[in-house]
């Protein structure tokens, strides 16, 4: 029998209206639609009324040398998600739409003559589109979700969480893969006007991130400096996904939480590797960090 506790929760949340959205490109969704399914439109469908959301760059093909990934892509991907509403564009044309020569001028993170701040300016974007399509109408809650992760978990457990929380706004992320102190955007569920805005629009906030730390611009600090900029608070969800490529493989992630498990790796290290001077902790940090992260 069900509690009267969750039983309430439930009742209160079938009268919520849930968007939720996908963007970027559909590279693997034939390999990643059935976990979905099941642990992202499910929880949602059964919390209360959904909508889903899409944008997506139309690519004939992909050609990734970073990533090993080459071939035809399936243009006709998106269906699988049943879209409510829809945008398809060619890539490229969106970077008219922001500062890139001042952003580049802070430098290339990923040292690869800015391929991957591209995609990364291409990715918000997307998310920027969908979000302002959500925007129009009065959605209660809003699931960002890419389409190339094979979910793990469902989310229905942080779904109801963030239903019940007394937080008029409110961004839950996932706990793990928080580069360099920022957060984890591979997907999210966020509740109210503002924190929707300030995690679907923070292209906005990039050159801004850029002038204010003197520094290349960076996927997961940018969503932490969007987010503190408009005093969203934050949670967190154990939930976990993993990328899947072109050809369904796997990519393997880091699934650790937070600082203190980096803070023990970081005693164990010391503890049993010679010391080293400053310059080169910061020169393997960051070689750690390009090696671990992958944005694509």
Not at 8 to 25: D, N, R, T
Not at 267 to 295: H, I, W
Request: net charge negative.
């Amino acid at each position: 029998m069900m509690s009267s506790g969750l039983g309430a929760v439930l009742e209160k949340s079938f009268a919520m209206k849930i968007a939720i959205c996908f963007f970027g490109i559909t590279r693997s969704l034939r390999h990643t639609f059935e976990s979905i399914s099941s642990n992202v439109l499910k929880p949602c469908r059964d919390v209360g009324d959904t909508e889903n959301f899409c944008h997506f760059f139309q690519l004939g093909d992909i050609n990734n040398p970073r990533s090993g990934e080459r071939g035809e892509l399936d243009r006709n991907e998106y269906k699988l998600l049943s879209p409510d509403w829809l945008q398809l564009d060619e890539p490229d044309q969106c970077l008219e739409n922001y500062p890139i020569d001042r952003i580049f001028h802070y430098g290339d993170y990923w040292g690869d003559d800015f391929k991957s701040l591209r995609n990364l300016l291409h990715q918000l974007h997307s998310i920027k589109t969908v979000t302002q399509a959500v925007q129009s109408h009065d959605f209660d809650l809003v699931i960002f979700a890419r389409p190339d992760l094979l979910y793990h978990d469902s989310i229905r457990r942080p779904l109801l969480r963030v239903v019940q929380s007394r937080n008029e706004n409110e961004v839950c992320v996932p706990d793990w893969q928080h580069w360099e102190g920022g957060l984890n955007d591979r997907f999210a569920i966020c509740k109210g006007a503002d924190a929707i805005h300030a995690y679907g629009c923070r292209v906005d906030e990039a050159l801004s991130y850029c002038e204010e730390y003197d520094a290349p611009l960076h996927a997961e600090k940018l969503l932490k400096f969007a987010l503190d900029k408009m005093r969203i608070p934050i949670s967190t969800m154990t939930t976990k996904a993993s990328r899947v490529r072109f050809d369904g493989t796997m990519k393997e992630e880091v699934f650790w939480s937070g600082s203190r498990r980096l803070e023990r790796l970081r005693r164990l290290f010391s503890q049993y590797c010679p010391p080293m001077n400053s310059s080169q902790g910061v020169e393997l940090t960051a070689k750690a960090s390009n090696d671990a992260r992958a944005l694509n």
